[in-house]
């Protein structure tokens, strides 16, 4: 959602909509009830066949690490190695895997924030990607409830090489206005708290905000204009920053009612 001008902004928005890679994300297989205890309100957290990928990969990582080690009569080096092709599977795992078929490609800013997504997904939080806003062209890129809270994210990628500043409760990319675009991310979290409370006949609170990747900022996170702008790479650390104590039937029955009120884009 890379843009020159505010006015190109308001152009490209639509377009970046129609071309947004993501589904709903599959937390639960279809057909089946809550469980009793936690695993059965969030999913089971890892699979069997998940867990024998990764002893596989373990013990790989551990052969490497013991070859280097005697190789080299170190064994900080060979841990050292062990640790890097762990690493290395972890980071390979994250960029080629996707809640969305491979024939839709993802922005690099969604799959970043995907990326992140998932690992919080471990704990506990539920996650919808590409939502659509009933009577208007809006999209949440991503809608997570948990216990902090119920927040919508969208996902940005702007020019690095243009710097990122607050001015006067103003939004600036170089020299390059973006409110029109702050404005539309509260439009969209504001219609899901709407929905959703009315689907469950009591308020939520839904916070809005802007993933950004690319230029340099001078915080993590700053709310301006009733939206939370957050450093791409910092969005859990900005998750954990909810005020709210959701108890595992809330974050559930929001995060249904979401599904439910908030149409998938594709």
Same mark, same amino acid.
């Given at each position: 959602?890379?843009?020159?001008?505010?006015?190109?902004?308001?152009?490209?928005?639509?377009?970046?909509?129609? /071309?947004?890679?993501?589904?709903?994300?599959?937390?639960?297989?279809?057909?089946?009830?809550?469980?009793?205890?936690?695993?059965?309100?969030?999913?089971?957290?890892?699979?069997?066949?998940?867990?024998?990928?990764?002893?596989?990969?373990?013990?790989?990582?551990?052969?490497?690490?013991?070859?280097?080690?005697?190789?080299?009569?170190?064994?900080?080096?060979?841990?050292?190695?062990?640790?890097?092709?762990?690493?290395?599977?972890?980071?390979?795992?994250?960029?080629?895997?996707?809640?969305?078929?491979?024939?839709?490609?993802?922005?690099?800013?969604?799959?970043?924030?995907?990326?992140?997504?998932?690992?919080?997904? @471990?704990?506990?939080?539920?996650?919808?990607?590409? @939502?659509?806003?009933?009577?208007?062209?809006?999209?949440?890129?991503?809608?997570?409830?948990?216990?902090?809270?119920?927040?919508?994210?969208?996902?940005?990628?702007?020019?690095?090489?243009?710097?990122?500043?607050?001015?006067?409760?103003?939004?600036?990319?170089?020299?390059?206005?973006?409110?029109? @675009?702050?404005?539309?991310?509260?439009?969209?979290?504001?219609?899901?708290?709407?929905?959703?409370?009315?689907? /469950?006949?009591?308020?939520?609170?839904?916070?809005?905000?802007?993933?950004?990747?690319?230029?340099?900022?001078?915080?993590?996170?700053?709310?301006?204009?009733?939206?939370?702008?957050?450093?791409?790479?910092?969005?859990?650390?900005? /998750?954990?920053?909810?005020?709210?104590?959701?108890?595992?039937?809330?974050?559930?029955?929001?995060?249904?009612?979401?599904?439910?009120?908030?149409?998938?884009?594709?």
């Amino acid at each position: 959602m890379e843009s020159a001008t505010s006015a190109k902004d308001g152009a490209k928005r639509p377009e970046a909509a129609s /071309l947004s890679p993501f589904f709903v994300s599959a937390d639960k297989k279809s057909g089946e009830g809550p469980k009793n205890g936690l695993l059965g309100t969030y999913g089971d957290l890892v699979s069997p066949e998940a867990t024998r990928r990764w002893a596989v990969r373990g013990a790989i990582a551990l052969a490497v690490g013991l070859a280097t080690g005697l190789l080299t009569r170190d064994w900080q080096i060979g841990a050292t190695f062990a640790a890097a092709v762990l690493i290395g599977f972890i980071v390979r795992t994250a960029r080629r895997h996707s809640e969305v078929p491979r024939w839709r490609k993802p922005s690099m800013a969604q799959r970043r924030t995907e990326a992140q997504l998932r690992v919080m997904k @471990r704990l506990g939080y539920r996650v919808l990607h590409a @939502r659509g806003t009933p009577g208007g062209n809006g999209q949440i890129d991503h809608f997570i409830v948990g216990r902090r809270g119920a927040f919508a994210i969208d996902s940005e990628s702007w020019d690095k090489r243009l710097p990122l500043r607050n001015k006067l409760e103003s939004l600036y990319h170089g020299r390059f206005s973006k409110n029109e @675009r702050i404005d539309e991310a509260l439009e969209e979290a504001r219609t899901a708290q709407q929905l959703i409370s009315e689907e /469950l006949g009591r308020p939520v609170q839904v916070r809005a905000s802007l993933a950004i990747y690319g230029p340099g900022m001078p915080w993590d996170s700053h709310n301006l204009r009733g939206v939370d702008i957050i450093r791409g790479t910092k969005v859990r650390k900005w /998750l954990r920053s909810g005020k709210s104590r959701l108890t595992e039937q809330e974050i559930e029955d929001i995060h249904r009612a979401a599904e439910k009120v908030l149409p998938a884009k594709y």
